[in-house]
């Protein structure tokens, strides 16, 4: 039924039950899996408003390395558990980027057919003031999303 899903961790326990989830459905249906990870500008969703702040090359470097590092520690056991399960998978770091886009993006230029991923229930003003990435995935995806809690 699902020939690609994509799965998308942020290294979180409650990520991980959305991981897991994917992973047990691509084992059923024989799928492969892209596993991604998103980490937003320095600067978080504030890095796009101008004249707030500037960081320096150097601040800049040492993000991306950390990132980078963070990236990698939380896919390397995602793909150790496909691989684990006979499942064929791809892993995907996109730096500087808003989550909800980054996921649709690689979802599209993957052919992707599903994504799974995991929310965590905000609501009232919790949900305004910090935002649903998976709420927007949800509403912009051309493809099912699957959510877990």
């Known amino acids: 039924m699902y020939g690609h899903i994509l799965v998308s961790s942020d290294g979180s326990e ?25 980490t937003e500008p320095l600067g978080g969703q504030f890095a796009f408003a101008d004249d707030l702040w500037a960081p320096s090359e150097a601040e800049i470097a040492a993000y991306d390395e950390a990132q980078r590092r963070i990236a990698e520690r939380i896919l390397a056991p995602i793909k150790a558990k496909a ?37 965590h229930g905000r609501t009232g003003m919790n949900r305004v003031m910090m935002g649903s990435q998976t709420a927007e995935v949800m509403n912009r995806a051309r493809i099912p999303v699957v959510v877990v809690r």
């Open 14 to 38: 409650l990520a991980q039950v959305g991981v897991d989830h994917g992973l047990a459905l691509a084992k059923l249906h024989g799928s492969k899996v892209t596993a991604v990870t998103v």
């Open 83 to 119: 691989e684990e399960m006979g499942i064929a998978i791809d892993t995907i770091h996109i730096p500087w980027r808003l989550v909800a886009s980054a996921l649709l993006q690689v979802a599209d230029d993957s052919g992707c057919d599903l994504i799974v991923m995991s929310s």
